[in-house]
């Protein structure tokens, strides 16, 4: 009796495994989900992919092989160079918008609130709507062009989604447009973070306005933009649904991109090694843009 | 000689909320004043107006005889000092202070000799590679005056300089800010709430409430004669006694009603003597007691209730005949609480409020 | 002499035409129609009849409103399979949305809370590896989920869904979650330790109470992602058990039959309405989340 007292005041620590049971029975998910999931997955599917596995997953080593053939299949380097186009032009292209719809939201306009509503509305729709409507308004039978056409220009050409030269123009005007009012509103809140004295002082000093913005504002919102462009770009690589919705890969093949490519492999084409190999891929690509930004942010808190 | 700055029926609001209204200021050529007043009085509003960056309502501004109620801050001649400092992070404090000056195409010799002139004045030098981020606050402040001093300008405003810093380097930097207009001899305006720095730098203050301007005098004229009860209580730490009673203009006699009554005869009036409710105000500094009570016109006897001991100083609160008073004592002197020490004062230090109006009797 | 203009007084005279104001308003109005078209082209189409689609433009007014392309949307157009329309994916996207949003967010939540205020050894290298996988692409994890949900005898059910919503959930509600729960006030959870609250109890009468705005955040980012996603959808599930977004892409982009743009674009808006009412009724706690929640994508 006694001798179970006086563990219990304390005397003797008690076991280290037990010390807050509760609570480590509540980690369980995020250790099943971390390591079971994200780890032992990616470890899987890296392993794989130097494996033969075609209907079904097995550990027949080849190699480099399934890379060799990857990266000598004329659609997995069409996707690689459309992710390339549409990743460069998107980014360029949402952190301008994004940031001078901000700065135009930010000159204590009227109705900022509605047109807030407006900027960011379709971020709340799916990509596969937002590939639809824009189908929709491209098409060149009903849509745009044929409305110009209407108005007397017989020659005009606007039809990207039929066009493989201008197809990916078609997915940026689409993805611009769900996107943007994302870094808007991050942009936005960058802005409203600046101290309002800075304003003052550069008035003071007799600073055009969009110089303030040019040589005050923008460095010093630089952790934002980083944000940003970490956002866009991990958005970038997910790029799926939107090509799926809106063009399904075509014309022929020309707006495949990687993620499409996986999917296909795996589970249309089966041939789960190749697949493998293609996202195993994606995974570098990510850790090229990831691993400098970490290394940044790290550097940055050691400050 | 014209004025350095003249405000003509001043108002500004925000929508609905009139925050200044009515206001007329007149600032001489060289002067240093001091905007005082507690928080959300409209001092920053007020020099904000000054400096143009907020667009008046209604009035006129004139800076060195010129209307510039139209004009764009940059052009109207001042120079400003923020709170918050308000430097570009990331340009070096060279770039802070030569900003300004390249986007209005000075001549670089001339730039270079305005850096160098206020690199001296303020003794940056050694800082003007650096960054902000790499700057003490005192530091960051004196490269905020910088920025405001290579601007060549007659007028200065400053909008509570010194508040971000700690109580030593506030000190510090209020010596050199004087200094800095001996130096200068310009026109400054100094928005502060601390009424140490209005009481040491101002060559006159002006008390603010409410958008309006309470009081504008020489320091020890605000401090010995304060034109309303406000006013009185405002400045000085610790505060004016206030008591309440009855004077009788004619016998220049205070009563309380309750058990205290003395002469007021000294006490300069600044109309005729009435008769009424009032307010009496005394400073806790200028009650006598022990033995330095024995020659003062007005004496009685206190009962300490608390003592309060500073060092240099102690203050005691204490009761006479049922009425709260403050005061000082030496530090040396011993008192104790429940003991009965003999006080006085002098009526001529008193101030006496109208009881409605609260203003000067 | 016209000296008396000279004497400026009072407020600057404002010009509301002035050039400035133009290009400001302007540009905010051009972004606007651009921003607006989508929607209100998919509204006209949807309640035009085809014979006025073919003569008309999308952006004309429908002449004769009609709400039969809602009603055939939402009842009649086929998949390719079967023909009973969205109604059947609506069906399942609640089914997976309400288990998921319930999961996602309690799973989230409880991890939040042992991070933020039970931590043990280890548990930051844990929660360093979960916010490492929301950086992996989905494509990485694809099959190692399908190997795991088949296992589970889940696989093509609606559970395995729930689940995969939960799992990739999991990095960024719980970062929001314990991020909020490491603000509250420490002496209340050593008050509540005093008191001889333990674990649980602390979780469910101190910190959920307090934690509203948070829950609220979360579950918004959660409705509209679960009910916007399209690959997990296609992945996971058996044809009948497809959500909305998949079934909206199988009506639309069928190839079977003549091509319906009013029943497709009333279809699109069918599945448009949920996060887009959850985007109008819940404002600035949209903004809120969605901002938290894109701190780190
Ligand atoms: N943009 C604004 N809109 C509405 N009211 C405002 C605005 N700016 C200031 N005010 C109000 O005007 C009043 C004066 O503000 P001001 O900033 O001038 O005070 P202050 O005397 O400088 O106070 P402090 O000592 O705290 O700096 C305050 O009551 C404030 O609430
Ligand atoms: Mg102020």
């Not at chain 1, 002082?201 to 460095?219: H, L, M």
């Not at chain 3, 429908?62 to 949307?73: G, N, R, S």
Request: some cysteine; overall charge neutral; charged content about 15%.
């Amino acid at each position: 009796m006694s001798s179970a007292r006086r563990v219990r005041d304390g005397a003797r620590p008690p076991i280290r495994l037990l010390r807050n049971l509760s609570s480590k029975i509540a980690a369980i998910p995020m250790v099943l989900v971390g390591l079971g999931v994200f780890v032992g997955g990616t470890l899987w599917t890296v392993l794989h992919s130097f494996t033969d596995s075609r209907l079904l997953p097995r550990l027949n080593w080849v190699g480099l092989d399934q890379y060799e053939r990857l990266w000598s299949t004329r659609r997995w380097l069409v996707s690689i160079e459309n992710l390339a186009v549409y990743g460069i032009v998107s980014l360029v292209l949402t952190m301008c918008l994004g940031f001078f719809l901000a700065a135009l939201l930010d000159r204590k306009i009227r109705y900022e609130d509605t047109f807030r509503t407006i900027f960011l509305y379709p971020f709340a729709l799916s990509f596969i709507v937002t590939g639809l409507v824009w189908q929709w308004i491209l098409n060149p039978e009903f849509g745009i062009q044929a409305i110009i056409r209407g108005l007397g220009f017989q020659n005009f050409n606007f039809d990207p989604l039929y066009n493989p030269d201008l197809v990916i123009i078609g997915l940026l005007i689409a993805g611009l447009w769900q996107g943007t009012g994302l870094i808007m509103v991050i942009m936005l809140a960058g802005l409203r973070g600046i101290d309002e004295d800075i304003w003052k002082a550069t008035r003071v000093d007799g600073i055009p306005i969009w110089k303030t913005y040019i040589i005050v504002i923008i460095p010093m919102m630089k952790p934002v933009f980083v944000t940003a462009l970490v956002l866009v770009t991990s958005g970038i690589v997910k790029l799926y649904d939107l090509v799926v919705a809106m063009t399904a890969g075509g014309p022929g093949i020309a707006s495949e991109v990687p993620a499409k490519y996986v999917y296909d492999t795996l589970f249309t084409r089966q041939n789960l090694g190749q697949g493998f190999a293609a996202s195993t891929m994606m995974l570098v690509t990510v850790a090229i843009i990831l691993i400098p930004w970490a290394y940044m942010q790290f550097r940055e808190k050691r400050q | 000689m014209t004025n350095s700055i003249e405000i003509k029926d001043l108002k500004l609001s925000f929508g609905a909320v009139t925050v200044l209204e009515d206001l007329n200021l007149e600032v001489g050529q060289g002067e240093f004043l001091v905007l005082l007043g507690s928080s959300g009085c409209g001092k920053s509003t007020l020099l904000n107006c000054i400096a143009g960056l907020l667009d008046v309502t209604d009035g006129e501004i004139h800076i060195q005889g010129q209307n510039v109620t139209w004009e764009e801050p940059s052009r109207r001649g001042i120079g400003m000092v923020f709170q918050s400092y308000a430097l570009y992070p990331q340009m070096t404090v060279e770039g802070n202070l030569t900003f300004g000056l390249k986007n209005a195409r000075v001549p670089k010799d001339e730039i270079a000799k305005r850096i160098a002139r206020a690199a001296e004045v303020l003794q940056i030098e050694p800082l003007l590679k650096r960054k902000p981020g790499a700057l003490s606050g005192g530091q960051r402040q004196r490269v905020a005056i910088g920025r405001a001093l290579v601007r060549d300008v007659d007028v200065f405003l400053f909008d509570e300089p010194l508040s971000n810093l700690d109580a030593k380097l506030r000190a510090d930097l209020r010596v050199e800010i004087k200094r800095l207009h001996q130096t200068l001899k310009n026109t400054m305006i100094y928005v502060t709430h601390d009424q140490v720095e209005a009481m040491t730098l101002a060559d006159r203050i002006a008390i603010m409430r409410g958008g309006q301007i309470m009081q504008l005098a020489h320091p020890s004229e605000i401090y010995n004669r304060p034109v309303n009860k406000y006013v009185a209580g405002f400045i000085g730490s610790p505060a004016m006694n206030f008591m309440e009673g009855q004077l009788d203009g004619g016998a220049q006699r205070f009563d309380t009603g309750r058990g205290l009554e003395f002469s007021v005869q000294g006490y300069e009036f600044v109309g005729p003597p009435t008769t009424g409710p009032v307010w009496l105000g005394l400073r806790p500094e200028h009650v006598q007691s022990g033995k330095w009570a024995e020659d003062q016109p007005v004496q009685m006897e206190a009962l300490v209730d608390m003592v309060e001991p500073m060092g240099s100083d102690t203050q005691v609160w204490a009761k006479v005949n049922g009425q709260e008073l403050r005061f000082r004592m030496d530090g040396q002197e011993a008192v104790d609480i429940g003991d009965r020490i003999p006080i006085g004062f002098d009526p001529a230090r008193l101030s006496l409020f109208d009881k409605s109006t609260e203003n000067r009797l | 002499m016209t000296a008396a203009v000279t004497t400026p007084r009072g407020a600057r005279p404002k010009n509301p035409f002035a050039p400035r104001n133009i290009m400001l308003y302007g540009a905010l109005i051009i972004f606007s129609i651009y921003y607006l078209l989508p929607l209100y082209v998919m509204l006209v189409t949807s309640l035009k009849d085809m014979a006025e689609i073919r003569v008309g433009n999308i952006f004309s007014p429908p002449v004769e409103i009609t709400f039969q392309p809602w009603v055939k949307a939402w009842s009649e157009a086929c998949t390719g399979i079967n023909c009973d329309g969205l109604s059947r994916g609506f069906g399942n996207s609640v089914r997976i949305l309400i288990p998921s949003l319930i999961l996602s967010v309690s799973v989230a939540a409880l991890t939040g809370y042992v991070l933020a205020c039970w931590r043990f050894r280890g548990s930051e290298v844990f929660f360093g590896i979960l916010l490492l996988g929301a950086f992996i692409p989905y494509q990485v994890l694809l099959y190692p989920l399908v190997i795991i949900l088949r296992e589970m005898g889940l696989f093509g059910s609606l559970w395995g869904l729930v689940l995969v919503h939960t799992v990739f959930a999991m990095p960024i509600n719980v970062l929001l979650f314990r991020n909020y729960f490491v603000a509250l006030p420490e002496e209340l959870f050593k008050a509540a330790r005093v008191d001889g609250a333990g674990f649980w109890g602390i979780f469910f009468r101190i910190v959920i109470p307090m934690s509203l705005p948070i829950f609220v955040v979360s579950g918004i980012i959660q409705v509209t992602g679960i009910w916007n996603d399209f690959l997990f959808g296609v992945v996971y599930t058996r044809p009948e058990n497809y959500p909305m977004t998949v079934q909206l892409n199988n009506i639309v982009n069928s190839v079977q039959g003549v091509k319906e743009y009013n029943v497709n674009m009333a279809a699109t808006m069918l599945t448009g309405l949920v996060p887009l009412a959850v985007y109008f009724f819940s404002g600035r706690l949209f903004v809120r989340g969605i901002a938290a929640g894109a701190v780190k994508g």
